[in-house]
């Protein structure tokens, strides 16, 4: 199983970008999708996640401008981040638990780089 990251760059305070991440793999469901944020010098932060039934919990500093989504079909999960702020600057990781058939586990995309510059 693998999560692939795709869609950061840099953008000014303000923009917008997009992120997705998709699960391949033997895969037999997809529970909980969840992306994280890793800023330099500071701990991994939980900054959105939706459930497999839909629903959405987010950071505190991002409520009311990101916005998390998923496509079962095609075992993906986007993330919608709007009105970005330089402090929103860091890797930004997904996280998936993955049911196999054969086991259950989390696993984790390779991060990709979100700069947001003032």
């Known amino acids: 199983v693998q999560l692939q990251a795709f869609g950061g760059g840099l953008v000014q305070a303000g923009g917008s970008l997009t992120l997705s991440c998709v699960a391949s793999?033997?895969?037999?469901?997809?529970?909980?999708m969840t992306w994280y944020r890793q800023a330099p010098g500071k701990q991994r932060e939980m900054v959105a996640a939706i459930t497999s039934d839909g629903s959405t919990i987010y950071g505190d500093s991002v409520k009311g401008r990101f916005t998390i989504s998923r496509d079962n079909a095609k075992n993906t999960v986007i993330l919608q981040m709007n009105s970005l702020k330089p402090e929103d600057t860091g890797v930004y990781y997904c996280?998936?638990?993955?049911?196999?058939?054969?086991?259950?586990?989390?696993?984790w995309g390779q991060g990709t780089q979100v700069t947001v510059s003032s």
């Open positions: 996280n998936a638990a993955i049911n196999t058939g054969s086991s259950l586990g989390g696993y």
């Open positions: 793999g033997r895969i037999f469901k997809i529970g909980t």
